[in-house]
Protein backbone atom coordinates (compact mmCIF):
# COMPACT_ATOMS: atom_id res chain seq x y z
CA UNK A 1 0.00 0.00 0.00
CA UNK A 2 1.30 3.21 -0.87
CA UNK A 3 2.15 5.55 1.81
CA UNK A 4 2.66 9.56 1.78
CA UNK A 5 4.48 11.87 4.53
CA UNK A 6 2.10 14.60 5.65
CA UNK A 7 4.04 17.72 6.51
CA UNK A 8 3.14 21.06 8.52
CA UNK A 9 3.68 24.81 6.87
CA UNK A 10 7.38 24.61 7.94
CA UNK A 11 7.74 21.46 5.83
CA UNK A 12 8.95 19.39 8.65
CA UNK A 13 7.05 15.94 8.59
CA UNK A 14 4.09 15.17 11.03
CA UNK A 15 3.34 11.68 10.46
CA UNK A 16 3.29 8.92 7.47
CA UNK A 17 -0.27 8.21 5.96
CA UNK A 18 -1.80 5.93 3.86
CA UNK A 19 -2.65 7.65 0.36
CA UNK A 20 -6.10 5.48 0.09
CA UNK A 21 -6.66 7.17 3.31
CA UNK A 22 -5.84 10.08 2.81
CA UNK A 23 -7.67 10.19 -0.45
CA UNK A 24 -10.87 9.03 1.61
CA UNK A 25 -10.36 11.87 3.89
CA UNK A 26 -10.09 14.67 1.01
CA UNK A 27 -13.05 12.78 -0.75
CA UNK A 28 -15.48 12.54 2.94
CA UNK A 29 -15.08 16.58 3.32
CA UNK A 30 -12.87 16.38 6.68
CA UNK A 31 -10.89 18.90 5.26
CA UNK A 32 -13.66 20.38 4.22
CA UNK A 33 -14.18 23.75 6.51
CA UNK A 34 -10.48 25.22 5.32
CA UNK A 35 -10.70 24.80 1.77
CA UNK A 36 -14.36 27.02 1.94
CA UNK A 37 -12.83 29.00 4.04
CA UNK A 38 -9.86 29.35 1.61
CA UNK A 39 -12.18 30.13 -1.02
CA UNK A 40 -13.59 32.70 0.99
CA UNK A 41 -10.46 34.67 1.80
CA UNK A 42 -9.79 34.25 -2.13
CA UNK A 43 -13.00 36.44 -2.94
CA UNK A 44 -12.66 38.73 -0.53
CA UNK A 45 -8.87 39.85 -1.53
CA UNK A 46 -7.36 39.39 2.12
CA UNK A 47 -4.15 38.21 1.37
CA UNK A 48 -2.66 38.35 4.97
CA UNK A 49 -5.26 36.10 6.21
CA UNK A 50 -5.12 33.87 3.25
CA UNK A 51 -1.34 33.33 3.87
CA UNK A 52 -2.07 32.34 7.76
CA UNK A 53 -4.88 29.88 6.51
CA UNK A 54 -2.18 28.41 3.90
CA UNK A 55 -0.04 27.80 6.81
CA UNK A 56 -2.43 25.49 8.57
CA UNK A 57 -2.67 23.45 5.68
CA UNK A 58 -0.92 20.14 5.93
CA UNK A 59 0.97 19.12 2.79
CA UNK A 60 2.13 15.96 1.27
CA UNK A 61 3.72 14.87 -1.65
CA UNK A 62 2.42 11.13 -3.06
CA UNK A 63 5.53 10.30 -4.33
CA UNK A 64 7.15 9.07 -1.61
CA UNK A 65 7.81 8.57 2.75
CA UNK A 66 10.15 11.26 4.41
CA UNK A 67 12.38 10.95 7.31
CA UNK A 68 11.75 14.67 8.71
CA UNK A 69 11.78 17.08 6.22
CA UNK A 70 10.71 17.50 2.81
CA UNK A 71 13.70 17.44 0.88
CA UNK A 72 15.19 14.56 -1.18
CA UNK A 73 17.84 13.86 1.43
CA UNK A 74 15.46 12.86 4.07
CA UNK A 75 13.67 10.64 1.26
CA UNK A 76 12.95 6.83 2.77
CA UNK A 77 10.79 5.86 0.09
CA UNK A 78 9.89 6.20 -3.53
CA UNK A 79 6.70 4.84 -4.66
CA UNK A 80 7.17 6.08 -8.58
CA UNK A 81 3.90 7.65 -8.18
CA UNK A 82 3.85 11.37 -10.31
CA UNK A 83 2.08 14.63 -9.25
CA UNK A 84 1.69 17.12 -11.46
CA UNK A 85 0.96 21.19 -9.98
CA UNK A 86 -0.01 23.82 -12.57
CA UNK A 87 0.12 26.63 -11.66
CA UNK A 88 -1.77 28.85 -14.53
CA UNK A 89 -4.59 30.71 -15.29
CA UNK A 90 -7.38 28.10 -15.54
CA UNK A 91 -8.42 28.23 -19.06
CA UNK A 92 -4.15 27.83 -19.97
CA UNK A 93 -3.70 25.26 -17.07
CA UNK A 94 -7.36 23.03 -18.63
CA UNK A 95 -5.48 23.25 -21.72
CA UNK A 96 -2.22 22.12 -20.62
CA UNK A 97 -3.63 19.23 -18.51
CA UNK A 98 -5.75 17.98 -21.70
CA UNK A 99 -2.66 17.77 -23.50
CA UNK A 100 -0.56 16.31 -20.77
CA UNK A 101 -3.65 13.62 -20.49
CA UNK A 102 -3.27 12.84 -24.20
CA UNK A 103 0.26 11.92 -23.81
CA UNK A 104 -0.04 9.64 -21.32
CA UNK A 105 0.00 5.76 -21.62
CA UNK A 106 -0.30 4.84 -18.61
CA UNK A 107 -3.23 4.80 -16.25
CA UNK A 108 -3.14 7.79 -13.23
CA UNK A 109 -5.46 9.45 -10.53
CA UNK A 110 -5.93 12.88 -10.99
CA UNK A 111 -7.36 15.40 -8.40
CA UNK A 112 -8.96 18.84 -9.79
CA UNK A 113 -10.13 21.66 -7.48
Not at 54 to 76: E, H
Amino acid sequence: MATTTLFNSSDEAITNQSLIVLSHDIKDGKHKDLFEEHDSLIKTGDKKALEDLKARFQRFTPSGTFLSRRDASNLIYYNQFLMFSIHAERQQSDKYLSTLLKTLTRSFAIAAA
